[in-house]
């Protein structure tokens, strides 16, 4: 609880920090990406991540480059959600998780999934073939993971995990996304 107290706090000071800094340069009340990775790298608790783009791109409904503080703010917290499920789930502390980690990590966030698609997905997502994923791959997984979700649900509109698309819906789906 100490630890979200101060993680708040951070936040807080890195967004008015921000603030005044975009009130010096664009005036706008938006963050760019490379605002949002000045943040992250200034701010002792933010949380870790090198997909900035793909990150930002779950918030940027517009396709513009930026984000709102508003979306900012829900953009740190999942980031950094993440990023504590990720160390829960690293029960050794080494840096990653194996596929029954992930299992279990993705689960925390509410998704159900079969052993044969998480195996997918570690093998998709262990950049060095040890059966692990390091966190950056973690939030790499998750992005992709709430996209391709995000994507398939405008389809499933009675919400029971099946959908029939046409074909070039299908293509249109897969190349629509910022994945």
């Given at each position: 609880m100490e630890y979200q107290k101060k993680r708040d706090i951070d936040l807080r000071k890195a967004i008015s920090s921000?603030?005044?800094?975009?009130?010096?340069?664009?005036n706008d009340g938006q963050v760019l990406c490379d605002e949002y990775m000045h943040i992250l790298n200034t701010s002792e608790n933010a949380p870790e991540s090198t997909?900035?783009?793909?990150?930002?791109?779950?918030f940027d409904k517009q396709n513009r480059g930026v984000i709102s503080f508003e979306d900012f703010g829900a953009l740190w917290k999942y980031v950094?959600?993440?990023?504590?499920c990720f160390r829960s789930f690293d029960r050794d502390n080494s840096g990653n998780i194996d596929k029954e980690e992930l299992k279990n990590a993705?689960?925390?966030?509410?998704?159900?999934?079969s052993d044969e698609i998480v195996n997918v997905m570690v093998q998709k997502f262990d950049r060095f073939?040890?059966?692990?994923i390091l966190f950056d791959d973690f939030i790499q997984c998750c992005v992709t993971l709430y996209t391709l979700t995000s994507a398939f649900r405008q389809y499933d509109t009675d919400q029971?995990?099946?959908?029939?698309?046409h074909y070039e819906q299908f293509l249109k789906m897969v190349f629509g996304l910022k994945v």
């Open positions: 921000l603030d005044l800094e975009l009130k010096t340069m664009n997909h900035f783009e793909e990150l930002m791109g779950m950094s959600d993440w990023q504590n993705l689960t925390a966030f509410g998704y159900r999934l073939g040890r059966g692990t029971d995990g099946v959908i029939t698309i």
